[in-house]
């Protein structure tokens, strides 16, 4: 599947002199192919973007609508004097922001090892495409059904759930845990669900990276006396770094705003363990009626993504002059 | 070959279009609306609670031929609220905690019942000055109370009570040592479902009834109006007396068990074919769902029996804890009036207390409504009771109440850290009690 | 072993291919622990949709396996009496024109991107791109004030729009990627031959691009299709509820109905993983081009 430009490149341009010839009426219609969409963006994203930060730096308590301007005081309330959102006071440190930053280390972390080992591993059976699909599969599947699929997998009650049954099944004496509705195991066994669903996002780009590797290459190693890991050490791992940090930042920017499975598998709970800044930003503002604290959380959500996008595109630029 | 480059184009554009064109069109109303024939309820309810509001509904329906459209969520609040915000409320709503209830009556977004057009007379004739109190925001009245129940009760299982050798208790000594009683003969004294947000409401009556009948009324309406500090020393002295009841040793999977059990499985824990354990610390309504969802074999008084929450001071023996939801209306029209004053009117309270499951608040409904000796019990209950106090987490505003259940969920996991639980909900609280 | 030969020569003996296959045994057992994690929970509540209420909380399901002892009410039950079929039905109606319409106007635009000059073109791509970062939570709210000035609250136009404002920019961005990559000398010539823009989009970029279209419209259907939040906040009208919804109010105020949420959450999973296995190719091929080269 080779192309001749880059796909993924942002900026890279249709090449240049021909279609300048068509000047006259091309620029009109050009705005006349992009307005409904500029319509659309303008409407959905552009002015609720400049909406909620005004609406950040106010009450916001009157049915959701600015009504009392309070200046930065909800960004400095979040980032010191809440303890769901975050909490330096002890160590470890806690809350939403916390969480999320576990969210943004393990889960990564998971998904793209599991997601490597497994392209890695499935490529040296013939059964690979079946190990693949298995994998795969749970990707087309709704986070709501996820959480419903692994709240079940989870219950304390070993007479329902499979862990706690599969752990009793080894060790008769084993009193069984309830993962979810413990403060100390509730986010991991949240972050391994989600896993769960998204390890085959990463191993299908891994998969298609590898097979892009030249054979050649690697039978020169093998020839050579080389063994399967130092192969995989010194010649694939390094020409997957690209791929790997793509997928890890697709990843990223999932897991800031990551809320359906938490939502529905613990609700945030117990005790607000398992939060994360979605879901504070749902709570404060549809349980709590607080328009403007909600709307700060969202800025500060939009501001963790900024950077990890930027990189990304600028990444794909200085790939685009590269290559 | 020009119509179909035409069409693509403008397939796209003409649904934008026609969107903004419903918008021309349509006109939004803030003040009174026409009535339309059909009214639309909202409220929680799912199961069996939801068949039988919806009897209630159909006697509407054939009394005034007005249409009734029950609508149901999980979480109310993430529901009412947007819809408000986008201005498409349900026509009423039925609201569990006066809390949001005065919140959104200082939103502007609840009708006044003056505004409705309802007949004030009527209303203090059937129901009491108390549950009067109860709907009432600033002086205006917002909230009918339609139903209303005991959380005063511990259930328990008459034959296993039996085999013990053992009375209901009068007195919390008493019951702390039947518990003692139940444990050395291997069984688990408690059940209790306190999993996630959604279920953890059972823990702040554990401690609301303990609180009311150990520091007594007042202190109670003091500290869940915001004048009594959660980090007072009665606050501790009554999670102390919690963490006895609802220990690893007293509950099925310990603690760990009980923040993983959800309400309806913690009553199955009790009243089921596989039961694992004695008794259930919750309110009136627990009775109905065990009969009506839990075991369908189950005889009231016979085989599900609940006793009066035990005295701690007998100073307070009379005090009784209970909640209650209001009907309240977003939108005035003749067809809401005409839901409102059938809510409120005694006719509709007797079909709902003969379905089993609610106590109606309505003076007028007759004990002989109600369908077993459970229900009559529990409405004897709240007729008897000198003191009535409303659960407190249902009167804090904003998301506190939800707060205060999670730092219940906290303490119990972790009771010595209970000070610094405390101290922390003091301060997030007094914010909300500004605001 | 070293291979003298190149890798054409294939192994030949029997015992050579059975040392092959040994030495790949640990990779074997890692791969089957790994397709049961996969498998297990998602065939676990496969089981259970299917057991009576009473035996879900008497006895796992794996002990019921052999029993045999199933029934079909769970789902019909779901369908029925929890509103679930009208539920697919609304999921349906939310998630086809949240296709088509993101797929139609970001294609247009995706169109001019790669082969109209116009001023301002490629920074109105970049900031239209850049869009990609704000998440939902920022547009969450203004966006519903403004279904309220616009009075479509009650219908399916509001979500419908949601879905397409959110969506249009990975659709631009997937979309112009790969109308880029078309041969330019196809469409000079078109141009030379007196063609309207309207004629090369319609008819020569179109039809060379349904693979990416494809994988663009499958994409945004099971991401809507699965989409909850979105839909608990603009769908206000109960009776237009799609099925993620509905299932998460199952989990009613007071616990969890296993019998009904297995069943539900199967109901929901349905059409997905048709789509899925019909469709992979486009699925995996959508997922790729956004990302990698």
Known sequence: ????????????????????????????????????????????????????????????????????????????????????????????????????????????????????????????????SLIKAVIFVPMAISATAVAMIWLFVYSPDPDQGVLNAALQGINSGFDPISWVGREGTVNYAIIFAYVWASTGFAMVVLSAALKGISTEVIEAARTDGATDWAIFRRIQLPLLSLPIAVVTVWLIINVIKVFDIVYVMSGGGPSGASEVIANRYFIETFDGGKGGYGAAMAVIMLLMIIPIMAFNIRRFRSEAVTR | MTRYRTFLVLLPALVVALALVAAGCGGDDEGSSKSTGTVSVFSLWGGSERDAFQKVLTGFTEKTGIKAKYEQGRDFLPILRPRIAAGNPPDVAIIPRPGVVADFARDGSLKTVEEIGLDTDALTENLSQSYLDLGTVDGDLYGIVVKANSKNTIWYKPASFKQLGVQPPEDWQGLLQIADKMRSEGKKPFAVGAQGSTNSWTLTDWFENIYLHQAGPEKYQQLFTGELPFTDPTVKTALGEMTKVI??????????????????????????????????????????????????????????????????????????MGAGDQAVAFTSNDDVKALMEYLASPEAGEIWAKTGAIISPNKAVPD???????????????????????????????????????????????????????????????????? | ????????????????????????????????????????????????????????????????????????????????????????????????????????????????????????????????????????????????????????????????????????????????????????????????DGASNLHIFSRVVLPLSVPALASFAIFQFLWVWNDLLNALIFVQNPDQRPLTVTIVNLQSAYGAEWHLLSAGSFILMLLPLLVFFSLQRFFVQGLLSGSVK
């Open chain 2, 368 to 435: 002989s409504a109600y369908p077993n000796e459970l229900a009559v019990k529990e409405a004897k209950q709240l007729k008897d009771a000198e003191t009535f106090r409303f659960d407190g987490s249902d009167l804090l505003p904003g998301t506190l109440g939800q707060s205060w259940a999670t730092t219940l969920q906290a303490i119990i996991q972790n009771p010595d850290k209970m000070d610094q639980e405390l101290q922390d909900f003091q301060s997030s609280a007094e914010g909300e009690f500004e605001a």
């Open chain 3, 1 to 192: 072993m070293a291979v003298v030969e190149t890798a054409a020569t294939p192994r030949t003996t029997l015992s050579e291919r059975l040392v092959g296959w040994i030495s790949r045994t640990p990779v074997h057992i890692a791969l089957v622990v790994l397709a049961l994690i996969w498998l297990v929970p998602s065939v676990g509540l496969l089981v259970t949709s299917f057991r009576k209420r009473p035996d879900i909380a008497a006895s796992g399901w794996w002990e019921a396996i052999g029993d045999l002892d199933f029934t079909i009410k769970n789902y019909s039950s779901v369908l029925d009496a929890q509103n679930m079929a009208d539920a697919f039905l609304n999921s349906l109606f939310i998630a086809v024109p949240s296709t088509i319409l993101p797929l139609m106007i970001g294609a247009l635009a995706a169109f001019a991107f790669s082969w109209i000059a116009f001023p301002f073109r490629d920074t109105v791509f970049l900031a239209i791109v850049a869009l990609m970062v704000v998440p939902i939570q920022a547009a969450l709210i203004p966006v519903l004030k403004l279904f309220r000035e616009l009075d479509i609250t009650d219908s399916f136009i509001g979500i419908w729009l949601a879905h397409t404002g959110f969506a249009l920019p990975f659709a631009i961005f997937l979309l112009r990627n790969f109308f880029i990559t078309l041969p330019r000398d196809l469409i000079e010539a078109a141009r030379v």
């Open chain 2, 247 to 320: 220990s690893d040793e007293n509950v099925p999977g310990g603690i760990q068990g009980v923040l993983g059990t959800d309400f309806v499985t913690s009553i199955g824990q009790v009243f089921g074919t596989n039961a694992k354990a004695e008794m259930h610390g919750q309110g009136g309504f627990v009775g109905g769902i065990a009969i009506g969802q839990v075991n369908t074999k189950l005889k009231p008084i016979t085989d599900i029996d609940f006793f009066d929450f035990p005295t701690l001071n007998p100073a307070y023996k009379g005090a009784l």
């Open chain 1, 1 to 128: 599947m080779s192309t001749p430009a880059a796909p993924g490149s942002v900026v890279g341009k249709p090449p240049p002199g021909r279609l300048a010839r068509l000047g006259r009426g091309s620029g009109w219609q050009g705005f006349f192919f992009i307005s409904p969409a500029l319509v659309l963006l303008g409407a959905l994203l552009v002015y609720p973007v400049v909406w909620t930060v005004r609406l950040s730096v106010d009450k916001g308590r009157r049915q959701l609508e600015p009504h009392e301007f309070v200046g930065l005081d909800n960004f400095k309330r979040l980032l010191t004097d809440d303890r769901r959102f975050l909490d330096l006071s002890e160590f470890p440190p806690s809350g939403a922001l916390i969480n999320n930053l576990r969210w943004i280390v393990l889960y990564t972390a998971l998904c793209v090892i599991l997601g490597l080992a497994i392209a890695v591993l499935a490529s040296r059976v013939r059964y690979e």
